[in-house]
Structures are given as structure tokens and as C-alpha cells.
């Protein structure tokens, strides 16, 4: 009898080992195939459409986000610019000469454009960005930000204020291969961005469980954005 209950109880261990380690084999051949289409889909990202909107937010931390942003803005593509995570140790000026913009983009930065210095992060983007829009009543945005860093902001952007109409506006950056593969630098940010937005879609997949869609922005989450 006891030889019989060890041989089960070793049996019913075992099946949940293979159980277990097919679970692991499937979710990993799940998220290769998920990389896969992530890096395909971020580095043959169409131009975006020349489009209006209400406003416009840069996000920092990439080549000729801000210059397109402001383009757009001169263009007279939005009533406003928001740029957000700026350094808070940096003014209007400097931004205007780190980005070589003409005399009539600079005309711009003293009339239309705010700077998010409490960001420092793309959900923190995304807070600051709803508390941004919401004081300018703003209900369409257009999103400036790189190719691959684009699919995180829209979903952070969204989980924060889902009754916003985004416009995406991706900026290819030139630093990244389009052959990624063969370029371990370009892996390698994709790889560490495709994790993160991993994170994020199932973060968002739990808040959508836990709040109501029609609801306009996630509890907690609204902070007032420092603009200088």
C-alpha cells in the first residue's frame, strides 16, 4: 500500500513537472513570437499622416523628437506643445539652441510651448500629460515620440486618459539599424523596450479589469504638471 501512494504521489510530481515545464516552453515561444512581430512592426512604421489635433506632447529621450514636434506646432498642427520628462535644470533657450530651430520655431517656444520637468518616465509622461490636456481642455493629442518607444506611450497614454483622441507621430531614430538583427546594440533596446511594453499592455490588461471604460481617467493617478 505504501509503495503504491509513494509511486502516485512520485507520478502525480512528475506530471506536474511536464505540466509545468510545457506551460514555461509554450510562454516562452509565445514571447519570442510577440518579440518577433514587436521589432518587425517598430522598424517598418510607416510616416505618420499629416494630421490636427488640439495639442501635441514630445516625449523626451530620443534624436528629433522635440525639432518634429515643433515643426508640427509652427505648421499649425495644434494650438500647443507639451514636452515632456524635460531636465529640470533646463530652460526654453537651451532647448531652442540644442535643437537648432528657425527664427519663426523659436517665435513658438515663447507663445505655445510648456515643459514637463516632474516626468521621468513614460508613465509619469502619461500622468503629466493627462494633467497637461485636461487644464487646456484638450480631447486630441498628437503623440511625438521614437518608432519603437511608440507602442508603450499609446497604451500609457490611454490607460491615463482613455477619452483623448491620440495621434501617433513616430520618429524613426537614426541611431537604430532597420536590419536589427544583425546589429546587437539595436537587439538589445529593442529587446529591453518589448519587455517593458510587455509590462505595461498587462498592466493596462489589469486596470481595464478593475475600472469601468467609460470612466475618463484611472483613480490616483492625476498629479498637477509643474510648467516652466
Same mark, same amino acid.
Given at each position: 500500500?505504501?509503495?503504491?501512494?509513494?509511486?502516485?504521489?512520485?507520478?502525480?510530481?512528475?506530471?506536474?513537472?511536464?505540466?509545468?515545464?510545457? *506551460?514555461?516552453?509554450?510562454?516562452?515561444?509565445?514571447?519570442?513570437?510577440? =518579440?518577433?512581430?514587436?521589432?518587425?512592426?517598430?522598424?517598418?512604421?510607416?510616416?505618420?499622416?499629416?494630421?490636427?489635433?488640439?495639442?501635441?506632447?514630445?516625449?523626451?529621450g530620443?534624436?528629433?523628437? *522635440?525639432?518634429?514636434?515643433?515643426?508640427?506646432?509652427?505648421?499649425?498642427?495644434?494650438?500647443? %506643445?507639451l514636452?515632456?520628462?524635460?531636465?529640470?535644470?533646463?530652460?526654453?533657450?537651451?532647448i *531652442?539652441? %540644442?535643437?537648432?530651430?528657425?527664427?519663426?520655431?523659436?517665435q513658438m =517656444?515663447?507663445?505655445?510651448?510648456?515643459?514637463?520637468?516632474?516626468?521621468?518616465?513614460?508613465?509619469?509622461n502619461?500622468?503629466?500629460?493627462?494633467? /497637461?490636456?485636461?487644464?487646456?481642455? =484638450?480631447r486630441?493629442?498628437?503623440?511625438?515620440?521614437?518608432?519603437?518607444?511608440?507602442?508603450r506611450?499609446?497604451?500609457?497614454?490611454?490607460?491615463?486618459?482613455?477619452?483623448?483622441?491620440l495621434?501617433?507621430?513616430?520618429?524613426?531614430?537614426?541611431? %537604430?539599424?532597420?536590419d /536589427? /538583427?544583425?546589429?546587437?546594440?539595436?537587439?538589445?533596446?529593442?529587446?529591453?523596450?518589448?519587455?517593458? =511594453?510587455?509590462?505595461?499592455?498587462?498592466?493596462?490588461?489589469?486596470?481595464?479589469?478593475?475600472?469601468?471604460?467609460?470612466?475618463?481617467?484611472?483613480?490616483?493617478?492625476?498629479?498637477n504638471?509643474?510648467?516652466?
Amino acid at each position: 500500500m505504501k509503495e503504491n501512494k509513494a509511486l502516485k504521489s512520485k507520478l502525480c510530481v512528475r506530471a506536474i513537472l511536464a505540466h509545468v515545464l510545457h *506551460i514555461s516552453a509554450v510562454s516562452t515561444l509565445i514571447l519570442a513570437a510577440g =518579440f518577433l512581430l514587436f521589432a518587425h512592426n517598430v522598424t517598418v512604421m510607416p510616416v505618420a499622416p499629416n494630421r490636427s489635433a488640439d495639442g501635441i506632447v514630445a516625449l523626451t529621450g530620443g534624436e528629433d523628437r *522635440i525639432s518634429e514636434a515643433v515643426r508640427l506646432l509652427a505648421g499649425g498642427n495644434a494650438k500647443r %506643445l507639451l514636452i515632456s520628462g524635460v531636465h529640470p535644470s533646463t530652460n526654453k533657450p537651451e532647448i *531652442i539652441n %540644442l535643437n537648432a530651430v528657425d527664427r519663426q520655431e523659436a517665435q513658438m =517656444f515663447r507663445c505655445c510651448v510648456d515643459l514637463d520637468k516632474r516626468a521621468v518616465n513614460t508613465e509619469a509622461n502619461a500622468t503629466q500629460t493627462t494633467a /497637461w490636456a485636461k487644464q487646456k481642455g =484638450f480631447r486630441s493629442l498628437i503623440v511625438v515620440t521614437s518608432c519603437y518607444h511608440m507602442p508603450r506611450t499609446l497604451i500609457e497614454l490611454h490607460q491615463a486618459m482613455p477619452n483623448v483622441q491620440l495621434i501617433p507621430y513616430p520618429v524613426r531614430s537614426p541611431t %537604430l539599424e532597420p536590419d /536589427w /538583427w544583425t546589429d546587437r546594440r539595436t537587439t538589445w533596446v529593442l529587446g529591453k523596450e518589448y519587455v517593458k =511594453f510587455v509590462t505595461a499592455l498587462a498592466r493596462y490588461a489589469a486596470y481595464s479589469l478593475m475600472y469601468s471604460p467609460e470612466k475618463a481617467e484611472v483613480p490616483g493617478r492625476m498629479v498637477n504638471a509643474r510648467m516652466g
